[in-house]
């Protein structure tokens, strides 16, 4: 009796999203267990995600049903403990200062090279690919990195910064396409490893390093998927250490997903299953670090390019899980499914956003054009 009633709460809820218990259509939630509904009811977002993991529940278009939840702002009705507390942490401390900054290398992007090399495509890119004329994924990320480049007026010559360089591909294709020399930090050993292999004969080098102990100066400076780890307590001074390394003359390009709302923390699930300490900065939050720091010169958005490129990473994961090694199991697939998926969604309703900024320490002389 009790579950019936929980279960006829939560299709009330869902109703609002055009979203039936049971249903037949691709978006429609299909209860496996019928303990769900109290489970959704008291637990948020972290409960949502969770039950999926668990097996809980099903939906034959997983991002369609995410992407009608978050239209009708659902998350916004239901709160659980877990988002409470993150709110409170986040306030009382620096998340994502000293030891805090490493958790992601060590639980993210240290997962294994394999599981995203299979998701990634050729280019181990792990960012948001540029899809105004590209046909495919790999495109989309060459267009992404040349357009970075271009951004940057890179030149022969020059030296490149990379905070939180990744894999290593913006290093490599800027030292080969546009004859720079390069540095590049990262907080993960797996990413690094693979990074100094991958620009092995190149004027680059690697460095597993917080960015915080950044030294030296540099004609140009690059950061793609980065910021998104480095908390608003820490802007003003990561934008100062950019400020520092940065020649009087130079450009420095900030690459990062973005919310609408001001915020201290991210979704609890995310928290604790994808990006542990992460959260997304807001325009306000951006703009106040900013200031007395760098002059805005451009400020691009092309948020809805980031849905086409979660697809086609679903798309190459999917099709490659048979070949993956055994550590990742079942409930593994279905976590890397549901982040993939509630991401797709995000963008799709655009409640958050992808941006790429363009700064200079005093003002480009006679005014900056963007390429695009």
């Known amino acids: ?98 030891r805090r900054a490493h958790v992601v290398g060590e639980r993210h992007y240290d997962l294994g090279n394999d599981l995203y090399a299979a998701m990634l495509g050729k280019r181990m890119v792990y960012s948001c690919g540029y899809w105004r004329t590209a046909g ?3 495109a989309a990320q060459e267009a992404k990195l040349d357009l970075c480049c271009r951004k940057l007026g890179l030149r022969p010559g020059m030296s490149l910064l990379d905070i939180g360089c990744g894999w290593g591909e913006m290093l490599r294709f800027a030292a080969q396409r546009y004859g720079v020399s390069g540095k590049g930090v990262t907080i993960s050993r797996e990413q690094a490893a693979y990074a100094r292999d991958l620009c092995a004969g190149l004027p680059v080098e690697i460095r597993v390093q917080d960015y915080r102990e950044l030294d030296g100066t540099f004609d140009r400076i690059v950061s793609i998927g980065m910021f998104e780890h480095v908390g608003v307590k820490n802007y003003e001074a990561y934008f100062d250490l950019a400020r520092r390394c940065l020649a009087p003359d130079g450009l420095f390009l900030l690459h990062t997903i973005g919310g609408n709302i001001s915020r201290m923390h991210t979704d609890p699930w995310i928290a604790k299953y994808i990006f542990p300490n992460s959260m ?41 899980w048979t070949t993956l090694p055994a550590r990742y199991d079942e409930r593994f697939r279905r976590m890397w499914r549901y982040y993939l998926s509630a991401s797709m969604a995000s963008f799709r309703v655009r409640l958050i956003q992808l941006w790429q900024l363009v700064l200079s320490p005093r003002g480009v002389a006679g005014g900056y054009v963007a390429p695009r």
């Not at 929980?6 to 939630?29: H, K, M, N």
């Not at 807001?282 to 980031?306: P, T």
């Open 136 to 138: 495919d994924l790999d």
């Open 280 to 320: 997304l900065p807001s325009a306000a939050q951006l703009a106040a670090a900013l200031e007395g720091r760098f002059v805005i010169e451009d400020w691009h958005s092309f948020g809805a390019d980031y849905d086409r490129t979660l697809q086609a990473w679903r798309d190459n994961i999917e099709a490659a």
């Open 1 to 98: 009796m009790g579950e019936d009633r929980f279960r006829d709460r939560l299709q009330a809820l869902l109703a609002e999203a055009d979203v039936r218990v049971d249903g037949v259509r691709p978006w429609d939630l299909r209860l496996r267990d019928p303990g769900v509904p109290a489970r959704l009811l008291s637990g948020g977002s972290l409960a949502l995600g969770e039950s999926y993991m668990d097996g809980g529940w099903d939906a034959d278009s997983l991002d369609g049903l995410l992407q009608r939840l978050l239209a009708a702002h659902l998350e916004r009705r239901v709160h659980g403990f877990a988002d409470l507390r993150l709110a409170v942490l986040a306030r009382l401390f620096n998340l994502q200062h000293g």
